[in-house]
C-alpha cells in the first residue's frame, strides 16, 4: 500500500466516523432535544425551527461527506483532473452555500425569538457566526481547487 491510497483510505475512515456522528446527531440528540423540551414547556413550539435548521444542515453535511467520499475515491483512482471531480466540488460548494442558509435562518429565528422573549441570544449567535465564517473558508478553498480543475479541463482537447 503506497502513502497515497493509505491516506486516502485514513481520510475515507475519518469521513465516515463524521457521517456516524452526523447519524448519531439526527437519531439520538436532536429528537431527544425535542422530546425534553415537550416535557419542560407543554404547548410551546418555539425549539421547532431550530430542529428543522438543525436536520437541513446534518442532512445538506451528510451530502457533502458522501461528494468528498466520492473525491477521494477519485484522487485514488488517479481520476483528479476530471469532470467527476469538479462536479463534485461544486455540488460541495452548493452543500455549504446551504449549510450557511440553514444557519443565518436559525440565527434570524432567534433574534426575533430573543426580541419577543426578552432572553440573551447572543451565545447562540455568535456561535452561529462562527460557523457560516468555517463555512466560507470551505467555500473558498473548494473554489480554489475547482481553478485549476476547470482550467486543465478546458485546456484538454474535446472528443466528439
Do not use: W
Not at 466540488?89 to 435562518?105: D, E, G, P, Y
Amino acid at each position: 500500500m503506497d502513502f497515497k491510497q493509505s491516506s486516502t483510505t485514513f481520510l475515507k475512515v475519518i469521513i465516515f466516523l463524521i457521517g456516524i456522528a452526523v447519524l448519531a446527531v439526527c437519531i439520538y440528540l436532536l429528537p431527544e432535544a425535542a422530546r425534553r423540551d415537550a416535557i419542560e414547556r407543554p404547548g410551546d413550539y418555539s425549539l421547532y425551527p431550530l430542529l428543522v435548521c438543525a436536520y437541513g444542515i446534518c442532512i445538506t453535511f451528510s451530502a457533502a461527506l458522501y461528494q468528498i467520499f466520492k473525491l477521494l475515491t477519485y484522487i485514488e483512482k488517479n481520476n483528479v483532473f476530471s469532470e467527476l471531480s469538479l462536479q463534485s466540488l461544486n455540488v460541495i460548494k452548493k452543500c455549504a452555500f446551504t449549510v450557511i442558509f440553514f444557519i443565518l435562518a436559525a440565527i434570524v429565528y432567534l433574534r426575533v425569538h430573543a426580541q419577543f422573549t426578552g432572553d440573551d441570544a447572543a451565545g447562540p449567535i455568535s456561535l452561529g457566526l462562527m460557523g457560516v465564517l468555517a463555512t466560507s473558508v470551505i467555500i473558498a478553498f473548494v473554489a480554489v481547487l475547482q481553478k485549476p480543475i476547470k482550467n486543465i479541463l478546458d485546456s484538454q482537447p474535446k472528443n466528439n
